[in-house]
């Protein structure tokens, strides 16, 4: 997104304007109120006297709250008015709008103020592909308010504007007319409600809590979060400011769903994917599990209401898979997209029980593991009966909806991602390696779980059984002799596809690699064709697809990263995984505490800066998880039993460390640490205390 | 009238218990129009046990649809979240509740081979 514009959002509601706080938007143009997937306002012009004004400052008060100064007249290098006008405006089930204007003359002032509005109601879809609607447009007065509205068959969304103060209403905007005594000022409060149809009915209620008690109550709700959460003391300045940067981040991620109240999960950015992703919501709830494990609790609950139940071509859904995508606007209601919710993620699945024993290490929340027992099985299920579509005993995927289903169904989903060494492409189905290593990881942790919480032994041999066998036949059949690495994926004849890639980080993280394998693997890691210097490349140099700012050949991702350095913590590898965090801290600073979602994978000597490569989305969900994951990793932090193991190892730029009232199953405990473990790219000194 | 409907109900009313709810307590109505006239079922689960019946009482979650529209989602023509968005189906009350009973609703009427009966693995024995 440009950074000339203003973006704010409470839940899946969002306002992006100019530094105006103007909306003008076109159809394929992305400023707007947002709410559920749909664009409620396309208009919102404030005019004094007939005159668009001119923005002095914009301050950013909260992520759900913006305030802008301005003055009338533009175009004029020097400001020198009589009149300021402030607009405070807070986001909730619409926006809440302070508009006050201060007269500075010593004489009073006649004003007409105006203020514009109008909406397409457009879908975020038809944003983005920039679609025409079909069905119609009304605008009316009801009760003092200004009522927009769009009408397809039974589908209806609204947009409710009033003013607290009297203001003549006509169908595209309000007007006020006004005198300002001298020295004065005037003031109005303008509500804008979006109404998302009948579905929402029940929710009605939650339109009276916005406003002033609502406000304080987020203000509140922040501060409280962020108390919650473990305090960090460090001698290194910057990793608190990235620390604290995060967890205002992820708070502002944070996305409720009507049927868990009063919960929320991290949606998977802002402010285009404030939705639930069964990938980005679980990866993001694990980073964060240490800090706030709350997250993965409403995430495994949420996900699991919406498990799949029975084959559905259109939305890619099988018994037992987990979601990847759930959308509201009005395409996804009229199933010109498959998103109510869309199953195309390969992955999903079996990191739910991944994020399921994980949370239960951490928690000893066993209550919510017997909960969701039947969920759990029938993840564990689809692995074996639904996700095998070569009949070759490995996880691949392939769409079913090919016109509108997800064509790679791994993490790296852009077209070219999956490619062998020489840069062809390989045909469907795909077998990647990371899916291999996420399934036999939710095997060996949901036999724990049939074991110790569900009582089910039998149950328990069968997946360790099945983990064994997987394991040792991916040894096999993904082990690249010659390179001494794991192939990206194996193609629909079994052969390897041959590149070297990020994805042996993902392998390590699951367990999946045999021990006499992992040094190799950690050499190809730390190498410099994989490590930049600043972060592991998703795409090694030299291989035919390579591009320091291709997206997912070549660009180092820090969520990619922060699995990296777990798994090379696994594998006793943690001075390598010390640098890893080094690497990415030190980016962080670059961009104020806040990882973007990648950058390029130049080496670090010749661009001295981490360079960002553009994307829609700031902040990123699991780039925002990426600091929480990288201090676990770098204290060395392992729930074992009712305790909670700390093996510090952290680069020696950090200095002392503390990381204090750490939550789970062992209450509150804090963790120290010292920076010992040099980050120069290719010497390694020992370790910390 | 024997539709898809009534067979769901009828199912779930001879079952008298469904271990895939066994976490689940609490009620939903059903109120099905067709034409002038509405039918409503109300279905009370506690720990699993289920009890199907017709009372027009108050519940935790309420679904109000054409009864085309139940059997359609019911027989998988109809996807019940695509058809809450456009409005043709309102879900009032505990949606946590209604997604839970809802995926009862597909579970019983898929024919694909080694499709787990009601879309969920059991506990082997």
Redesign the interface.
Known sequence: MSSDLVQILEGNTFVVSDTRGDIEASLTDPTGLFSFDTRFLSRWLLTVNGQRLNPLSVDDLNYFETRFFLVPGTGTVYVDSKLSVIRQRAVGDGFREQLTLLNHDDKPVKLAIAIEADSDFADLFEVKDALKKTGAYHSRIDDGRLVLGYKR????RETLVSSSAPAKIHPKGLEFKVTIPAKGEWSTVLDVVAVN???M??DQHTHDRRGARAHLSMARGLDKWIEKAPRLECEKDSLKVTYRRSLIDLAALRFS????PGRSLPAAGLPWFMTMFGRDSIFTSLQALPFTPELAETTL?ALG????????DF?DED??RILHEMR???M????ERPH??YYGSADATPLYIVLLDEYERWTGNRRLV??L??EA??A??WIN?YADLMGNGYVSYQRRNEKTGLENQCWKDSWDSISYHDGRIPGFPRATCELQGYAYDAKVRGARLAREV?K?G??ANTLEKEAADLKRRFNRDYWVQDGEYFALALDTEGKQVDTLTSNLGHLLWSGIVDKSKARAVVRHLMGPRLFSGWGIRTLAEGEGRYNPIGYHVGTVWPFDNSFAAWGLRRYGYKEEAARVAAGILDAAEFFNGRLPEAFGGYAREITLYPVQYPTACSPQAWSTGTPLLLLRTMLGLEPVGDHLIVDPALPAGIGHLELLDIPGRWGRIDAYGRGRVSAGAHRVRTTTR | MADATTDFFNTLQRRGHEPFLQNTTGSVRFDLSDGDSVESWYLRVKSGDIAVSHKKAEAEAVVSCDRALMNGMLLGEINAMAAALRGVLVAQGDLGLMLTVARLFRGAYDARPGAPEAGYSRRKK
């Open positions: 068959e039974t589908y209806e149809g009948t579905w009915e029940s769903t009507r049927s868990l609950l209401e919406r498990q799949g139940t029975h084959s559905d939305r018994p037992g509201y606007g009005e996804t209601a009229f199933e109510s919710p017997r909960q027992e039947y099985r029938a564990l299920n009966e569900w089910d039998s149950f």
